[in-house]
């Protein structure tokens, strides 16, 4: 991906636990690509949203509420809005690849 495409993360963080949990702009530009890209501010493809829900998963082991939460607010966009997103992605990904139990949210 170029340094010039448009990015539109925010600086987001999350109490859990006793305790906050970052994840910065610019870490979350990194799961960024050609094929996980933004339609607009606010507006992440459903393969960013999802690459950036299991990126937070996996690196800052957190449980799903927490992970869509911090996930959500470096997106700009509602916790409704990315689990909307997710849904869809997962619909689409167990058409297409016809794996019924695929899933990003559990």
């Known amino acids: 991906m170029s340094d010039d495409a448009p990015s539109y993360f925010h600086d987001a963080e999350v109490e859990h636990e006793g305790r906050t949990v970052r994840l910065p702009a610019d870490e979350a530009r990194r ?23 299991c990126a ?18 470096s997106l700009g966009v509602t916790q409704e809005a990315l ?20 899933s990003v949210l559990s």
């Open 56 to 73: 937070v998963r996996a690196r800052l082991d957190l449980p799903v509420p927490v992970a869509l939460t911090l996930a959500a607010r």
């Open 31 to 53: 799961e960024q690509s050609r094929g996980n890209y933004w339609h607009g501010p606010g507006d992440p493809s459903t393969w960013l949203a999802a690459a950036l829900f």
């Open 83 to 102: 689990r909307g997103k997710l849904e869809w992605h997962e619909n689409y990904m167990r058409w297409h690849d016809g794996d019924q139990d695929y």
